[in-house]
């Protein structure tokens, strides 16, 4: 709802994990979104300049740059894109850098009504996600494919 996006597109895709053997099993529910990669491959991949690392840390698009090449898509380690079929332009999640930037949290964050999610600056060890992250040993979902700014408690 906060992207307008169609309703089969979503910049979170939920992946479900079975493990054990019956009657001992376990199934798990994996959200995945763009990891805003520290070295992310969408931007070195870009033709255009398009896709970006703002000085926060956010991996960005300039809607206005994207020629819709797809490079950015293919060098994903996530699947994290979509093309609007419209505009041609790839997309991917924002951190909701807009509402960041007036102070708020993402709305995954704030309208998750488990409280699963924490959004703030990994780079001060005093913050809460930072705290969060030590307490629950939370870990990159893929850390061999370098450093992701998102965190999974398993």
Same mark, same amino acid.
């Given at each position: 709802?906060?992207? @307008?996006?169609?309703?089969?597109?979503?910049?979170?895709? #939920? !992946?479900?994990?079975?493990?054990?053997? #019956?009657?001992?099993?376990?199934? @798990?529910?994996?959200?995945?979104?763009?990891?805003?990669?520290?070295?992310?491959?969408? /931007?070195?991949?870009?033709? $255009?300049?398009?896709? !970006?690392? $703002?000085? %926060? *840390?956010?991996?960005?698009?300039?809607?206005? &740059?994207?020629?819709?090449?797809? !490079?950015?898509?293919?060098?994903?380690?996530? *699947?994290?894109?979509?093309? +609007?079929?419209? $505009?041609?332009? /790839? @997309? &991917?999640?924002? =951190?909701?850098? %807009?509402? /960041?930037? %007036?102070?708020?949290?993402?709305?995954?964050?704030?309208?998750?009504?488990?409280?699963?999610?924490? =959004?703030? +600056?990994l780079d001060d060890p005093n913050s809460e996600v930072s705290k969060a992250i030590v307490k629950m040993n939370a870990q990159p979902l893929r850390p061999d494919l370098g450093k992701a700014k998102?965190? !999974?408690?398993?």
């Amino acid at each position: 709802m906060q992207n @307008e996006l169609p309703v089969e597109e979503s910049y979170i895709k #939920f !992946y479900e994990k079975e493990t054990g053997v #019956f009657p001992n099993v376990k199934n @798990e529910i994996i959200p995945v979104q763009c990891q805003h990669c520290e070295d992310a491959p969408c /931007v070195s991949v870009c033709p $255009t300049k398009a896709t !970006y690392t $703002t000085k %926060e *840390g956010i991996v960005l698009v300039d809607a206005d &740059k994207c020629i819709g090449c797809k !490079y950015c898509m293919v060098a994903c380690h996530y *699947g994290a894109r979509t093309q +609007d079929h419209n $505009t041609g332009v /790839v @997309e &991917k999640c924002r =951190f909701c850098a %807009e509402l /960041v930037a %007036e102070g708020k949290q993402p709305a995954c964050v704030s309208t998750c009504i488990s409280n699963a999610r924490i =959004f703030g +600056d990994l780079d001060d060890p005093n913050s809460e996600v930072s705290k969060a992250i030590v307490k629950m040993n939370a870990q990159p979902l893929r850390p061999d494919l370098g450093k992701a700014k998102i965190y !999974y408690v398993r």
